[in-house]
């Protein structure tokens, strides 16, 4: 009867509890300003290039409630560099977004501008910072180590100031590392309101329209 | 044996004493719910055209053209397939949407949900898995502003008053009339 019962006592320990894999918590200083620089827009629109997540819907739905454009570009550089048409990305990111100028107060570039060679992400950033509006901003990272990516991330919003990183297989490509003074000419029209270098040697940055 | 009426029940058959049949295709039904079950679009239906309801509703087959449940939840069960323009209360999906969704409380876009078109709804949740290609529209119209709007603080800064950090900023000072 006391085995029973010390059985019964043990069982919930006993149940195999599921590994769940171990997800990195990347702080950010960055992001928190970029949240509050929305956020002061008056209706703000949000154009996400990263795969949809939806916790980050809810995130940003419940802090900004905003309309948001979800443009998966990860997966149209996945299926270029898939069938190694690099030139042709080019044109294809001429005329893949379709939002008018001034229209964006939030763009989260997330690390896309690293799979880009830098033709290609030249076009993108002139186009990006045209569509921000006065008062908007637009979030980036660069990595400043010239290492073969061999993984996307889908960055998932923890909270304000902390982001949770998940990789996803990518064809392999050489990361494109930018200088700083190159980035600030891609996007011409906006200005660098806050860039850390992180711990993984890449510079988070926030540009502003002023 | 003793379940032989269940086999010959059509799947998406609700399970009350009355449902009326609106149209068949194979053996499949279109039932509402007037028992008090959510109506039911079985797999093999076809409609092409407007639909609308004042009873929760499930499709679990295809649905063109334009789906409109305003008081209601509408659920696109996981073989249904829209290709309509959706208006309800709240929707899930399970299955594949193209076109655009409306829903004034909620929608609900689960793992093996698909969903090509726009979004609006002060509530969105996409499960991890789903698809989904397009804008959602978050935006609180005609809920917050009204709460708003009887502060004399922001009557008094019209312009500034549009975001509530703005709001809070312009009105300290605006306000505390001396008596």
Known sequence: MLKWGSRRAESPQAAPAPAAPVETVVASKVFPKFLSAVAQQPSPTLLDLGPVVGSNVTFFGDRLACKMHVEDLFADV??????GDRAGLLAFLATRLSQAPDSIDGVLCWDLFDFLDKPSGLVLASKLARMVRRGGALYGTFGTTPVELKNYTRTVVAAEDSLKPRPYPATPVPR????????IKMFDGLIVAESMLLKSSTRETLFRRP | MWKRDD????A??????????????GSDTVSTGISGTPGTIGKSVVIKGELSASEDLTIEGQVEGKVELKNNTLTIGANGKIKASVFAKAVVVQGEVT??????????????GSVDGDLASPRVAIADGAHFRGSIDMQRTGSVKPAEAPKPAAASAPAAASTPMAAASAGSPVTAPKN
Do not use: C, M, Q, Y
């Not at chain 2, 969704?101 to 093996?112: G, L, M, T, V």
């Open chain 2, 12 to 25: 998406g058959a609700a399970d009350g004493p009355r449902t009326e049949t609106l149209r068949t295709s």
């Open chain 1, 176 to 183: 494109t590392v930018l200088l700083t003074r190159d980035i």
């Open chain 2, 7 to 10: 086999a010959v029940k059509p």
């Open chain 1, 78 to 83: 996945e299926s270029f560099n898939k069938r």
């Open chain 2, 99 to 112: 076109g655009n969704i409306h829903a004034s409380e909620k929608i609900d876009i689960r793992d093996a």
